[in-house]
């Protein structure tokens, strides 16, 4: 009898085994956490959707949010993200809390973007030079008339200075030291565009890959040099920066190999 019961007890463990196996597995789901800037939310919710096609042991979350460069960076720092998509370099603010933390990050390059210079669709001005555009953002030129273009205020629209497109503005056509005017009003991303989109008096600015296709506004060209994508690849767009993606050094591999995909999706989209 003893005999019996042992060897039932044994093949009751063996026909377990199969569903303890894919108890298992199923709980083998690894997380990847992403907090990125708006500039490049869509890359990454369809790489992320294409890669978890791929490998379905791999979950992926993508978040973003207004500020969302310096909010990437500083969630990895802190642990709370495992990928930072940010269109700006990390700050002095970044730079001290990842020396409180005793910790590193490391930035790989997905994309070149550009800041472009929007304004209402309606607005005859077509070009202006990265000095009238300091002009106009300090105040010095207040009129589209001053441009060649309507007798009408110039509205001034700035994001936000915890933006990448602010910092890349910033440096680029203030040269990093000039005020914007104050009469200028502080929008977050969305709002700015839709300020170009409405106000027929508004100039703005904003990343390129949030305005293409926006038929709602015209992008201004600047020195003669359109921004597009052969211009933001070659670089002869002025106003430029790059995309990144920011992780922990020695981040797992799993994190690593979904940054490699990414980049080799952007490099499939371009032209």
Request: hydrophobic share 40%.
């Amino acid at each position: 009898m003893k005999v019996f019961r042992m060897l039932a007890v044994i093949a009751l463990v063996l026909s377990m085994t199969p569903a303890l196996a894919q108890s298992e597995g199923a709980e083998a789901t690894r997380y990847i956490q992403v907090r990125a800037a708006s500039s490049m939310l869509a890359l990454l919710r369809t790489s992320a959707e294409s890669y978890m096609e791929r490998h379905p042991d791999i979950a992926i979350s993508v978040t973003g949010s207004q500020s969302g460069s310096y909010r990437g960076i500083k969630s990895i720092i802190e642990g709370t993200s495992d990928i930072g998509g940010s269109s700006s370099e990390p700050d002095e603010v970044h730079i001290q809390l990842m020396e409180k933390k005793g910790v590193k990050v490391v930035g790989d390059i997905v994309q070149n973007d550009a800041v472009v210079p929007i304004i209402h669709a309606g607005n005859p001005v077509t070009g202006l030079t990265l000095k009238q555009l300091k002009q106009i953002y300090t105040g010095e030129i207040r009129n589209w008339s001053e441009v060649g273009g309507k007798d009408m205020p110039i509205h001034v629209v700035s994001q936000l200075g915890n933006t990448g497109a602010y910092e890349t503005w910033s440096k680029i056509v203030l040269e990093g030291t000039a005020m914007v005017t104050k009469n200028a009003a502080f929008l977050d991303t969305v709002s700015a565009v839709k300020s170009a989109e409405t106000n027929e008096g508004t100039i703005a600015y904003s990343g390129f890959t949030n305005i293409t296709g926006n038929q709602s506004v015209k992008k201004v060209v600047v020195d003669g040099i359109e921004a597009n994508e052969r211009t933001i690849r070659d670089s002869t767009f002025q106003i430029k920066r790059s995309l990144a993606l920011y992780t922990l050094e020695g981040a797992p591999q799993e994190v690593q190999d979904f940054v490699k995909y990414v980049q080799t999706q952007a490099n499939q989209s371009k032209p």
